[in-house]
């Protein structure tokens, strides 16, 4: 370059752009009187210490979690470590308080640490990317409308040459990252998420899963190892002056036992159960979703290998009926095999009733004259009506052949006349 030219490049300035991932308790030295970020922070959490402390909100179950741990570790030295000190080995009270230290300071770090928060979208931010992804579908569908659209629930990224497939989350205004996930407690991203645990009364994730592994990895030797020498301690005790004595001596043993006794079998597993999960390199929200679709696989796969039974044997057809075709109104009932249908013995004695008052009110409403079954012919080869009906009740002398045709053609006429 040459000399004299470089004026307006000595006047530029340039900043290095830091690549940290900023956490919503961090931010930058700003001037007197501006508001920080955790005190703008849109979620759902608690902030002390001028925002280096972040819980949630509900924080009853932390509290609770923190009195059962000081008190049967409290129990433990005053009551049973004097005691074991002095019969067994002083290393007895230094492993368990280097066991209580530990527990406790595992379970403020989880507690008061920053999950791995994913900072929100901001207004021009979310705009923006609405902007970019609308010229994106115009450009690809050939249109130049340029209007906004909404973002789609997934986009699709290249990450070391393979295909990942981001989703979209509408609250926070981003495209999360791989196996992030957002809590409806805290009201946040959480990269990593694992999940939302109320013992701690935090979100457990990218940050501070490691001291959450910790701290249930070691309350669970400090639960054995109180519950062991608990034990010793009674069994110690009965010996000297009985075993009623011994308990009366040391009450708060017993509930030093019991409590760790109930307690020993969830942490002791939990413990298993996240070694499983780091081995498999999983979080506890990736195996609850994988546990669900295998579930809803096998739901699907066995209803559909269930053939469908038949559970009912009257069936009703709601087609109109054809013409001349008889149907039958009420189901059907079941003979045993090769037994015939009994032919129907007594005829339909109110059919003549029933005629004649329905030929009587259409005459009373129209005034016209129609005929009764006695003045209407008869056709050829079809007995009358009238005689039919009248003499009904000498049906039950014919035979069954006789007696069925004869009630089929009643019925036949019968539909002819109201027809008229």
Not at 29 to 39: E, L, P, S, V
Not at 69 to 89: E, K, M
Not at 98 to 121: E, H, K, Q, W, Y
């Amino acid at each position: 370059m040459p000399p004299g030219g470089g004026g307006p490049m000595k006047a530029c300035e340039y900043s290095q752009i830091s690549t940290r991932s900023s956490s919503p308790m961090e931010s930058p030295r700003k001037r007197k009187g501006a508001r920080r970020k955790w005190q703008v922070f849109p979620g759902r959490n608690k902030f002390y210490c001028d925002g280096r402390v972040m819980m949630a909100r509900q924080t009853g179950v932390f509290y609770l979690t923190l009195v059962l741990i000081v008190v049967t570790s409290g129990l433990f030295f005053a009551f049973d470590c004097p005691y074991l000190a002095a019969n067994i080995t002083p290393a007895i009270p230094v492993v368990g308080g280097i066991l209580f230290f530990f527990v406790m300071g595992t379970l403020l770090r989880t507690s008061f640490s920053d999950p791995g928060v994913l900072p929100r979208a901001t207004p021009d931010e979310a705009a923006d990317l609405e902007r970019q992804i609308g010229n994106g579908e115009d450009l690809a569908n050939g249109s130049s409308s340029g209007g906004y659209r909404p973002p789609p629930r997934t986009k699709e990224v290249l990450i070391n040459g393979q295909t990942v497939k981001l989703k979209y989350c509408f609250t926070c205004k981003i495209f999360r990252p791989p196996r992030a996930s957002h809590c409806s407690l805290c009201d946040n991203c959480v990269e990593r998420f694992d999940h939302h645990c109320p013992w701690v009364g935090n979100c457990v994730g990218k940050r501070n899963y490691r001291f959450f592994y910790m701290f249930i990895l070691s309350l669970s030797f400090l639960t054995i190892f109180i519950f062991a020498f608990v034990i010793t301690h009674v069994i110690l005790r009965s010996h000297q002056t009985g075993f009623l004595n011994a308990l009366k001596d040391s009450p708060a043993s017993v509930l030093e036992a019991v409590v760790c006794f109930l307690s020993v079998w969830s942490i002791v597993g939990l413990s298993g159960f996240h070694t499983y999960l780091i081995s498999s390199n999983q979080t506890t929200n990736e195996d609850c979703d994988q546990d669900q679709c295998i579930q809803s696989t096998k739901f699907v796969l066995q209803a559909a290998a269930t053939p469908l039974l038949q559970t009912d044997s009257n069936y009703s057809s709601d087609e109109p009926p054809l013409p001349g075709k008889t149907t039958l109104s009420v189901p059907c009932g079941t003979l045993p095999l090769g037994q015939p249908t009994p032919p129907t013995s007594t005829p339909n004695l109110t059919s003549e009733a029933m005629l004649a008052d329905m030929l009587q009110r259409r005459e009373e409403q129209d005034g016209h004259h129609f005929l009764t079954p006695e003045e209407a012919p008869s056709p050829p080869g079809m007995l009358s009506i009238g005689s039919t009906l009248t003499h009904s009740h000498t049906m039950h002398i014919f035979n069954p052949a006789s007696q069925d045709s004869l009630h089929e053609d009643s019925v036949r006429g019968l539909v002819k006349l109201s027809s008229v």
